[in-house]
């Protein structure tokens, strides 16, 4: 190697903080795919209104804050309860007489589902863009040659707490084994006597309180309004494909991967090429591996 | 006999058809436009405050006594993305029979519009959208009073060269200058003619120019560590909606040092959410805009006052504020409306025409101290739509360039370390 070209510390320091970067803003993506990963594992459903209950998640914390001058990580916890809530409620009054019926049919009720919910988002609290600055959002780490946001270690902490709190629900509990039972063979695990609604009902809710938590922890980074969601849903879709259609731990290095072909593609090639980047990634792995990077084989097929 | 009677009947007839038909007008005595903008969707948020604008305006209109001896009227239809842009302007003109249609905020959304409302032979009246592909389609009915894209980059590049490169203590050809900018039309059309007028005619080396997609980005750190090795004077950045306090916040963090920030137009850094989300974080930043706060009324010519003054008040008695950008360019576009209404005193979209082509209004004759002169396409003249430079100061967009128009000045030149824009 040229010496010249040795790297320098100037180098070092573009090299770690592209890699904390990488490691911060997956941990934002998984926060939001964890979700839809377990949602799409179990139930077999795409739920493209996710991003939408993310965006609500941030009203939540948004208003809270603003309102009654509670911290977003105060908010937590009842956010969760509250999402999981609104979770039982959407399941019950939608998602319940659509999951027996053909994926076409599913779309087209989660996308009319993203798009009422954004409107009446927009209805109520316009389409202004808000922002909440918590004192945490403000405290910038500097750690070597590297510099983060205080919000952005909590929202990757959660991610990873979460992600591993769901793998161990799903492999160690009964209500798990359950779950991933019906995932496997729907048919049998009814004639096992395992109530598949319940399950089902159980999953959707589970997941829209991960996304619903998503949402105080991403408010204090983004700004919140009607379409917030959207910014990120397309890549949470990518993640869990990349991931392994409905695979936790695979979803978390899936947002990982994405995240990191975002950094280096945007440093590298610029800003414009991300998203070919990691699109064409995602075509490659539907093409050489349908089920995934970490999934096992056939789960494409599952419950098809 | 009977058929000069049957003739007779038939003359009575029509006659009575046509005055009934002119009666029924009359009666309702309202006159309507087509009014389009985007209601709900992404846009949503400046897309009411033009209509907000426009609804000031229009009643200012009818206490002077409306148009063409009728009370202004709108038929209002949401455009949010350019496919219900162009089905909502065909409705518009098809079942409302509105003859000329105003809209429509973005450059999304423009061209598809006015693309319909030509199908149509109707007038298309846009106020606000800057895309200067709009006046280049050949279209005989489309207008534009605001100025277009390439009008920014023209303005954001004479108060880099002329204002910040003198007070840095820097010739303008010493200026190291990165162009960042969502990549829709608008970025692309304000950034490229701020490119190529900085390297053409003032010889500025040009470091980075870099296009995002303002709805999927999320992460500007890779941007921001790329530029900091760079070192540019200037960050010429034209930013949508969030794009702008993410990219500002990270910066922020990154401790990205630069001289000064330019940005163009009522989003992003021009938009009044900025401000609301960083207070005194935000000081320092540059957007051209319409006038703000410091804006010196006296400045304008005697006419420009009086109309300025009225919609000022009228704005202020509704929305309790100084004029949004949004407002600015919907009223102003209006009023220029009336204006062109009262000569032609027809919709015809000849004798239109005719009448918005004899205007010839110096700088300062109208609300925003704009002038009027349309060139051949519709345009109008770059150099008659006065444009002006606010910074963010604590919490407020302010008027500071040219400085013959305001009693602001622009500080923090060049900027500070980040905690110290107090």
Redesign the interface.
Known sequence: MDPARRLGP?EID?FA??AV?TLL?GG?YALIAVGLTLIFGIMRVVNFAHGEYLMLGMYLAFWAFSLLALDPYVVLPASLVIFFVVGLLTYALVMRGVIHASHNVQIFTTVGLSIAL??VA?VLW??????I?PWHSSV?IRLGGT???LSQVVAFAVAVALTIGLLLFMRRTHTGRVMRATAQDRDAATLMGIDTDRVYRLTFAIGIACVGAAGALVAPL??T????G???V??AYVVVVLGGLGDMAGALLGSLIV?AV???G??VF???W??VLYFVLFIGVLVFRPAGLFGQRGAETLGA | MRRRAFFLAVVVLVALTGWLAASVHGQSGEYNIGVHEPLTGPLAGEGKRHLEGLEIVRDMINERGGVMGRKLAFAVADAPDPTAAATEATRLITREGVRIIVGTFSSRLCGAASEAAARHNAIYWETSCVDPRYSTRGLKNAYRTEIDATGFGWYNVEFIAKHLAPRFGKKPSELKIAFLSEDSSYGQGVTEAARQRAKQEFKMQEVAAEYYNFQTINDFTPVIVKFKQLQPDIVHHIAYTNDAPLFWRQAREQDFLFKALVHAGATGYGGVDFGKALGANANGVFALLEPGPGFKIEALRPEGQAIEKAFRDAIQKRTGSYPLGGHQLAGGGLWLLKVVLDRAKSDDPEKFRSAVMSLDLPVGSMINGWGVKFAENGQNSNERVQHYMLQWQDGQLVTVWPEEFTTKRAKWIPLGAWDQRK
């Open positions: 100037a573009v903080q592209l970067s803003l934002i954004q409107n927009l316009t389409g202004d863009f808000r922002v600055r910038v510099a983060f946001n983004y700004a309004y009607p379409q917030a959207l910014q990120f397309l890549i995240a975002e950094v280096a945007s440093y610029g800003a414009a991300k998203e």
